[in-house]
């Protein structure tokens, strides 16, 4: 999928914001791309969101530079990337040095709870960045790969954040009995407690993004369609969810 068919997509669904991530990186467009994608969003009505993967220091001045152009008042980023997985002092000193640039922009640095850290290392690396321009970019699973349920990351980072990541799982036992697979199902059919997490997030959040983990069919037509029935489904849902609250 395209950039133009995410849009076309998300026009059709009757959203009005793309996340723009890592897996389309803006930063292998040219200036000219780059126009065209603007301009194509201006005409559905659609804002784009920016996201990147591994928040070097370079990284980060780089897709601060494609959010202002984009008119993206966030930016999300996962700090890890291949080849790259700073410490916490080293992350620390890059939000520190980003601060002033994000402030001066009045764009939002949204860092996602993404594997390695803990929820309550994401709080400190906002806390201690002492700005209201670096928040959190809250997934509802990733912190499963660090070893933390959904009520620890909730409690610990839903009020520092800025950006919301809706992604629907299912925890299965494995028929053998030893172990578990975490998995992507359509919204309201798993474990996720959609309506509080909505109401439990800070009222600084601008925005609810939904991310699909949608397990592969035997063929990769067969995966599409069904993403894409997922999607129809879970926009429903969520647009739901959101009018009730």
Known sequence: MTIFQLMDKAAGLGVPVVQVADNLPLDQFTETELAGIKEYAGTLNISIEVGARGMTPENLEKYLDLAVFLGS??????????????????????????????????????????????AAEFAEMVERSGSRFVGICLDSVNSMGAGEGLETVISQLAPLTVNLHVKEFSVKRIFHKMGFIVEGCPLGRGMLPVCELVQRVSPRCGSAILEQWTPPEETIEKTIEKEARWAEECIKFLKDILRKN
């Open 73 to 118: 008042p966030v930016l999300r980023f996962v700090i890890d990337a291949p080849e790259f997985e700073p410490d916490l002092p080293e992350i620390h000193r890059i939000i520190q040095k980003a601060v002033p640039l994000l402030e001066q922009k009045e764009i939002i640095l949204a860092i996602e709870n993404h594997d390695r850290f803990k």
